[in-house]
């Protein structure tokens, strides 16, 4: 497993593969591993065959990350996630630094940003407004340095993937993205490199979010069709049950163009941010 840190080392690699007629598969992360990531980085073996490449990247994005978030506390741990993906024969880990990312920035030398102005304005974009900006602007440069045929992204992070499709496709970039199921914990909830701030009796009460997508989920079967306001009343009600959980939202909404709908039926998603003491999670299901 090659360990990359340069631009021009991966890109090299990645045109030698390239023109080599070699598919490359990719999985952008920003590391702490867990088995939610580790199932993409199958996935993507998957789609590329054993004579394809795995790349995946680890690198915590400042530019998604607003001055009041978690960036410098974010948790790493690059020695166990090196382990973690050579057990799973990927062929190259690209660890780029912030200098190589966004050269000059701090001298004010940098000045290209990538943004989708619809799918990324509700939800996680309302919440947290440059977030998006800083998603789409490093999975491009990621897109134009790893050089993939395929990309895998998570169903966990539901509204990036809408909004990174919509990027591809707008832009022409020549990559197919695939998104792979949110892998759980035995009690619902999401893998998350995050959950590591859940100390204590925290991490119970983060399972409220699975238990809120399950009752929205059990309110569906039963009526056909209700009120989404109804139901966000009740369910920030229910969220807010457990003492250190504040809902930051909950949407229901047409899970392609993201759209909110006002009656919830069958085949509608849901998504919900919540903050678990000052611990923000996300999570999202189809109904
Ligand atoms: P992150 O390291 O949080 O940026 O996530 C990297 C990729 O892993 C993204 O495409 C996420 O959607 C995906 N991911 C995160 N958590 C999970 C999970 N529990 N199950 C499946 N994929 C996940």
Redesign the pocket.
């Known amino acids: 497993m090659q360990i990359v840190s340069s631009i021009a080392a991966i890109q090299r690699l990645a045109r030698k593969w390239r023109r080599a007629g070699t598919r490359i598969g990719f999985?952008?992360?920003?590391?702490?591993?867990?088995?939610?990531?580790l199932?993409?980085v199958k996935r993507a073996r998957q789609a590329v065959g054993k004579n394809g490449k795995v790349v995946v990247s680890i690198y915590v994005n400042p530019t998604q990350f607003a001055p009041t978030e978690d960036l410098s506390k974010y948790p790493r741990d690059l020695k166990r996630d090196l382990k973690l993906l050579r057990e799973l024969n990927v062929d190259a880990v690209f660890t780029p630094s912030d200098a190589e990312m966004y050269p000059n920035k701090t001298e004010n030398g940098y000045s290209t940003y990538v943004v989708e102005e619809k799918l990324s304005q509700p939800m996680e974009g309302a919440s947290r407004p440059t977030h998006f900006r800083g998603v789409t602007t490093v999975v491009a440069k990621l897109f134009n340095i790893v050089l993939p045929d395929v990309a895998?992204?998570?169903?966990?992070?539901f509204q990036?993937?809408v909004v990174v499709k919509r990027m591809v496709a707008d832009l022409y970039f020549p990559v197919q993205i695939l998104v792979?199921?949110?892998?759980?914990e035995r009690e619902g909830l999401?893998?998350?490199?995050r959950n590591k701030y859940l100390t204590g009796d925290l991490r119970r009460q983060a399972t409220i979010l699975w238990r809120a997508i399950q009752t929205a989920q059990a309110a569906v079967k039963k009526s056909k069709i209700i009120s989404a306001a109804k139901l966000k009343a009740d369910l920030k009600t229910l969220v807010e049950s457990e003492p250190a959980a504040k809902l930051d939202y909950v949407e229901f909404f047409e899970p392609e163009t993201l759209s909110s709908v006002s009656k919830i039926s069958r085949g509608s998603q849901i998504a919900l941010a919540v903050f678990i003491g000052k611990t923000r999670l996300i999570d999202n299901a189809k109904l």
């Open positions: 999985v952008p992360t920003m590391g702490y591993l867990h088995a939610g990531h199932s993409l895998v992204f998570g169903q966990k992070d990036q993937a792979a199921p949110t892998l759980r999401a893998m998350s490199s």
